[in-house]
């Protein structure tokens, strides 16, 4: 880093630091002193001290504001269009209150429209296209959903304030159309949009602390606040120059400054911000939305509101009702995908243990009219597989074997993975005959090596049958009868066995010898035979 570009930057910091005290400090005395012309001190109320807090001290809290903004501009440039466009906007309602008090001060009465009202309503466009271009430079990803969940609030705030400035809206539409009508409409429906475009974005981004969009959203509800009380206000005489009312423009824009320059803060600093909906915020959003917009309609039963607020309302519970069969469709889709995974095995795709009790419950109901086969299979030497190449290789080879069972059976059939290097088929309309000739076209499709990570491996599995209704009455009978068939068929070498009553006996007579040895082995009483000579 240069000399010159160290200097710079302390600068920029000693300018920062300047700045922002100076508007706090601004703001604080403008305030005060619109309190204590509110509770009349003399010296505010009607005495010197007057044109310093209406004149000198309402233009600072304008323009100093302006001047922070514009700092933020000249440290980041225009690589960021919402910095620029705010601090245009902030510049454009402090010239406007300058024209406004220059006047004012000259003597001279303002007509309507005048050049103030042109050069104050364009804060409003400038202000409304910072605000979509920073939503759409931090928003990433955002789904559907939380997109019309900031059109629902967006809606509901709308149509409130629709109804708050309805005599405001009445009093500008009456008498033939004019320059002036247009004008008188502008205002308020300027403020229609900036609290609505204020209020989505407080549904998408919620009041996190911490984030500097809670200083913006807060700013504009405050300044758009002060907005519709002073339009009221004008609308029944009421209003009153120099009234506390007025701080609320000195304080929105203030926090719309600190926003903008907390732009630049996280710019300089490479911090990427993005926007992210909070679950806590969207369904309140949707509930007050809901209930503004019953609200609107029951008041409009009741007393005489404009067009404008009656079809805000119904559009918004309209989307309500969207929004609300999204939700619908969105939580049958996540229960489907639970069912969906519980029912499945994760590794190759197919169903598991519990979708085939599942499916056998349905099918295995009519003996008298249909017969059903179980193929229980295991992967011969396949822990020398994991042994070897390690148990990444070892799923592959499980997902390549049960993509090749499944070419090799019916669309009716059920092939599931039990658990480790076992599987079952579950055949539809099958007897002995058929479940053999089956278990001859899978031990084939088996014998075809296996291609895991350029390494050619050779399998085969072991194949045992059992035969509904004649081996068990369901699923569980089967898979034992199954595992009796499938170990006599990897201990003879042959493939595929298909179950007999005869492995009952010779299956339980491998559990007594097993019983039996190790009895013996916890007596001590196996003895090493005599040699003989």
């Not at 070892?394 to 480790?420: K, Y």
């Not at 019983?515 to 009483?525: C, K």
Request: hydrophobic share 50%; charged share 15%.
């Amino acid at each position: 880093m240069t000399g010159g570009s160290e200097v710079r930057i302390r600068v920029h910091a000693t300018l920062r630091t300047g700045l922002l005290g100076a508007m706090g400090l601004f703001v604080v005395a403008y305030m005060g002193g619109l309190l204590l012309r509110g509770v009349g001190w003399g010296p505010v109320a009607d005495g010197w001290l007057t044109p310093v807090v209406d004149n000198w001290l309402g233009l600072l809290t304008d323009w100093v504001p302006a001047a922070v903004c514009w700092l933020a501009v000249s440290r980041v440039g225009f690589r960021r269009w919402e910095i620029p466009l705010a601090a245009a906007a902030v510049t454009f309602f402090a010239a406007g209150d300058t024209y406004y008090v220059v006047m004012v001060a000259g003597g001279e009465s303002l007509p309507f429209p005048s050049l103030g009202d042109a050069v104050y309503l364009s804060f409003y466009p400038l202000m409304l296209a910072a605000l979509a271009v920073a939503v759409r430079h931090h928003v990433r990803g955002q789904a559907s959903s939380v997109w019309l969940d900031s059109v629902v609030g967006s809606l509901g705030a709308a149509s409130v304030l629709a109804v708050l400035l309805n005599p405001v809206l009445a009093s500008a539409l009456t008498g033939s159309p004019s320059l002036a009508t247009v004008v008188a409409v502008a205002y308020p429906m300027s403020d229609v949009l900036l609290v609505a475009t204020v209020a989505g974005i407080a549904a998408l981004v919620g009041m996190r602390r911490g984030s500097r969009w809670g200083l913006l959203i807060s700013g504009l509800m405050i300044f758009a606040g002060a907005d519709v009380v002073y339009a009221l206000q004008v609308t029944a005489n009421t209003y009153v120059v120099g009234a506390p009312l007025e701080a609320g423009w000195a304080f929105g824009l203030g926090l719309v400054a600190l926003w903008v320059d907390g732009g630049a803060q996280r710019d300089e600093s490479g911090v990427v911000e993005t926007i992210v909906a909070t679950n806590a915020t969207r369904p309140v959003v949707s509930a007050v939305a809901t209930a503004a917009g019953l609200g609107v309609l029951v008041m409009g039963t009741r007393a005489h509101l404009s067009t404008l607020a009656v079809v805000l309302a119904a559009v918004t519970l309209l989307a309500v009702a969207v929004r609300t069969q999204m939700s619908f469709h969105q939580l049958a889709r996540m229960a489907a995908l639970r069912h969906q995974s519980a029912i499945t095995d994760e590794l190759t795709g197919l169903p598991n243990r519990r979708a085939l009790y599942a499916e056998a419950r349905v099918r295995l109901v009519e003996p008298h009219r249909r017969s059903h086969t179980l193929l229980m299979l295991d992967l011969d030497k396949f822990k020398e597989v994991n042994d070897a190449l390690g148990h990444h290789a070892g799923d592959q080879l499980l997902v390549q074997l049960g993509a090749r069972l499944g070419e090799c059976l019916r669309p009716d059939d059920v092939l599931a993975r039990l658990g480790g290097d076992e599987f079952a088929v579950l055949l539809q309309d099958a007897g002995h005959d058929e479940a053999a000739a089956v278990a001859v076209k899978l031990c084939a499709a088996t014998s075809e090596p296996f291609h895991l990570e350029d390494i050619e491996v050779h399998s085969a599995v072991s194949i045992g049958i059992a035969v509904f209704p004649d081996d068990g009455p369901d699923l569980s009978a089967l898979l034992r009868k199954a595992d009796i068939a499938m170990y006599k068929a990897k201990k003879s070498g042959n493939g595929h066995h298909v179950y007999t009553d005869a492995d009952e006996t010779d299956s339980a007579a491998r559990l007594i010898l097993v019983d039996e040895l190790r009895t013996v082995l916890l007596v001590d009483e196996l003895r090493t035979a005599p040699a003989t000579s």
